[in-house]
């Protein structure tokens, strides 16, 4: 049994959800109203800051994002967002680190907020310079990106 807890701001307000997900293996989902959330935080302390754990690291993450689109080069938060994939998702394997989950360019382009060209420049350039290894949606980091 998996215990999944993650609380929005949609958890705590009136307003509709921002996006949906979909199970994609069988589960058990528990819905709770707001009124009922609002009774279980008042009588169980862990719960309350678990679900403040949460919302916490959501507003970190999303004022992080703010930052990189604001600041960045589009050819850097690429390559940030691949080191935050290789460090979810790679497995150690005797030719690099090689990921998990499979991305097409235009993709990982919505992920950073740039255009596709922009991202397959990218990856050319580092599959030139030696640092990946790209078959189709594959990809192998060969050498790391940052030292």
Request: aromatic share 10%; charged share 20%; hydrophobic share 40%.
């Amino acid at each position: 049994m998996i215990f999944y807890l993650s609380f929005g701001v949609s958890a705590m307000d009136s307003f509709p959800r921002l996006c949906c997900a979909n199970a994609m293996v069988d589960s058990e989902i528990i819905a709770l109203t707001q009124e009922d959330l609002g009774k279980l935080i008042k009588f169980d302390a862990d719960l309350y800051f678990v679900i403040l754990q949460s919302l916490t690291r959501k507003i970190r993450m999303l004022s992080y994002q703010i930052q990189e689109m604001a600041f960045w080069e589009a050819e850097q938060r690429i390559i940030h967002m691949l080191l935050r994939l290789t460090a979810d998702f790679g497995t150690t394997t005797q030719d690099g680190i090689k990921l998990s989950i499979k991305f097409s360019d235009q993709e990982l382009a919505g992920l950073v907020g740039t255009c596709r060209t922009t991202v397959t420049k990218t990856l050319n350039c580092l599959k030139k310079q030696g640092f990946i290894d790209k078959h189709y949606r594959n990809y192998t980091f060969t050498r790391p990106l940052l030292t």
